[in-house]
C-alpha cells in the first residue's frame, strides 16, 4: 500500500515506541544534523585552539536541538508520520518548537561571528557576508513580531485547513520543504524573543513576553479544534493502512492534543530562558555602574548629596 505519496509501498506495523525510534533517515535532514554539527564543532575547536573559550552549557544546548531534528526525521517516527496525524503532529511541534528554542539557546550565529577569520581590507568573506545578513533590510522584516507572528499562526490554520497540507504531503520535495518552514518558522518567531546571538530586532524583556504570549494561544486554539472535530479534516489521514489498526478520527483527536498539550512546554522554557536572561542583565547593568563609581569616585553620589545639603540649607 503506498503509504506516503513518495513511492514507498509498505504497510508499517502498528505503532510502539520501540518500531518509531528504529533508523529510517531522511537524506536531507540526515546530511544537514551533521553539517550543523561539524560546523559547529569546528567553530568550538577553533575557539579553544586558540585559548578563547566557549560555554559547555550552549553546545549542549545546540547539540540536543540538531539531534531531536534527526530523531524526527531520521528514524521511523518519520514513516509513521507520513499517515498518522498524531506522529506528524509530534514532528510538528518538536521541529517548530522544541528544536528551535535550543538551537537559539547554542548561540550558533555568536560562534560563527568568533570563530571565523576576518577578510583582508576591501574583500568580503564569510564573516563579512554574516555580518551583512544580520544587518540587512531583510532579516529586520522576518524576524518583526508584524511578521513572525502571524507566520507561525499561518502555519497552524493556513496549513492544516486547506489544500495546502495534502498538496506537499504527496511528494518527497514537498514534505522536506514543509519541515524546513516549520523549522525556519520557530527559528525567526523564537530568535528575537529569547535568542542569545546578537539580531535586528531585540525589544525589552516585557516585549518579548508579550509577543512569546501573543502566538501560543494559537497552538491551543488549533489543537482544541482538532479535538473537538466529528470528521477527518486532514485528506492525507484520511485512509491509513489497515495494518495500523488505527481510527483515523480518534488520530486526529490525539493529534490535537498533542498540539494543545505541547503549547505549554516551550511556553515555559522560553520564559525561564527570558527571566534568567534578564537577571544577567540586571546584574551586568549593577557591575557596570559599580565600576563607573569606582573609577569617577561616585560623581552620581555626591551630586545628590549636594542637592540634599542645597534643599537642607534653604529649609533653614
Known amino acids: 500500500m503506498d503509504h506516503s505519496g513518495h513511492g514507498m509501498t509498505m504497510d508499517l506495523p502498528p505503532f510502539t515506541l520501540a518500531r518509531s525510534l528504529a533508523w529510517s533517515a531522511d537524506p536531507f535532514f540526515l546530511v544537514a544534523c551533521l553539517l550543523g554539527l ?3 564543532a569546528w567553530g568550538v575547536v577553533r575557539l579553544r585552539r586558540r585559548g578563547d573559550s566557549w560555554p559547555v552549557g550552549r553546545t549542549a544546548a545546540f547539540v540536543t536541538g540538531v539531534l531531536t531534528v534527526g530523531l524526527m526525521m531520521c528514524t521511523r517516527l518519520n514513516d509513521y508520520g507520513m499517515v498518522m496525524f498524531s506522529v506528524h503532529m509530534v514532528q510538528h511541534m518538536v521541529i517548530s518548537m522544541l528544536s528551535p528554542i535550543l538551537i537559539l539557546l547554542g548561540a550558533p550565529v555568536t560562534l560563527a561571528l568568533r ?4 577578510a583582508g581590507r576591501g574583500r568580503k568573506g564569510p564573516r563579512e557576508v554574516l555580518l551583512a545578513l544580520l544587518h540587512s533590510r531583510y532579516l529586520r522584516i522576518v524576524t518583526h513580531p508584524a511578521f513572525t507572528i502571524p507566520m507561525f499562526i ?17 511528494s518527497k520535495a514537498g514534505h522536506v520543504g514543509m519541515m524546513v518552514h516549520f523549522l525556519a518558522v520557530g527559528v525567526v518567531f ?13 525589544p525589552g524583556y516585557l516585549m518579548r513576553m508579550l509577543e512569546l504570549f501573543a502566538g501560543m494561544p494559537f497552538h491551543a486554539f488549533f489543537g482544541i479544534a482538532l479535538m473537538m ?6 485528506g492525507t489521514f484520511l485512509h491509513p493502512p489497515a495494518s495500523l489498526g488505527i481510527d483515523p478520527l480518534s488520530d486526529q483527536n490525539a493529534a490535537g492534543g498533542i498540539a494543545w498539550a505541547f503549547s505549554e512546554i516551550p511556553s515555559v522554557l522560553v520564559l525561564l530562558a527570558l527571566l534568567f536572561q534578564w537577571y544577567r542583565s540586571e546584574q551586568r547593568q549593577a557591575r557596570r555602574k559599580d565600576r563607573a563609581a569606582d573609577r569617577d569616585g561616585d560623581k552620581e553620589l555626591e551630586a545628590y548629596n549636594a542637592y540634599l545639603a542645597s534643599l537642607n540649607a534653604r529649609g533653614n
Do not use: C, Q
Not at 115 to 118: D, S, T
Not at 154 to 170: I, K, N, R, V, W
Open 38 to 40: 561539524g560546523l559547529y
Open 229 to 234: 472535530a466529528t470528521t477527518p479534516m486532514v
Open 154 to 170: 499561518a502555519s497552524l490554520y493556513a496549513l492544516y485547513f486547506t489544500p495546502l497540507f495534502d498538496f506537499l504531503m504527496g
Open 115 to 118: 570563530a571565523l577569520p576576518v
Open 190 to 202: 523564537f530568535w528575537p524573543i529569547m535568542g542569545v546571538d546578537p539580531g535586528p530586532n531585540r
